[in-house]
């Protein structure tokens, strides 16, 4: 599924338009965006959690040059699904 199929799922159900929906759809990612950067995680009751990940500083080989580098401590974005919705998916 698309933004686009579901901007056109909500305005189908909900009766608005397509406009509203796709504006308010693009703000929330948006939001979880910025609130993300900031090293905020979004808690989202019922669906799941977007957290920021801290990945430890690890050493990694470059196969092609046969030398080491150390690639250093980073955060990645993740989503931990909620309870029920992990249910819901079963």
């Known amino acids: 599924m698309t933004k686009a199929d579901i901007v056109n799922e909500i305005s189908r159900s909900t009766g608005l338009d397509k406009a509203a929906v796709l504006a308010t759809v693009e703000k929330f990612m948006d939001v979880v965006k910025d609130s993300m950067a ?53």
């Open 38 to 90: 900031h090293g905020e995680n979004v808690y989202l009751r019922g669906f799941g959690s977007f957290i920021v990940k801290t990945r430890k500083e690890k050493t990694a080989r470059n196969i092609s040059k046969n030398t080491t580098i150390i690639i250093p401590e980073h955060k990645i974005p993740a989503f931990k699904p909620a309870k029920t919705f992990l249910e819901e998916v079963r």
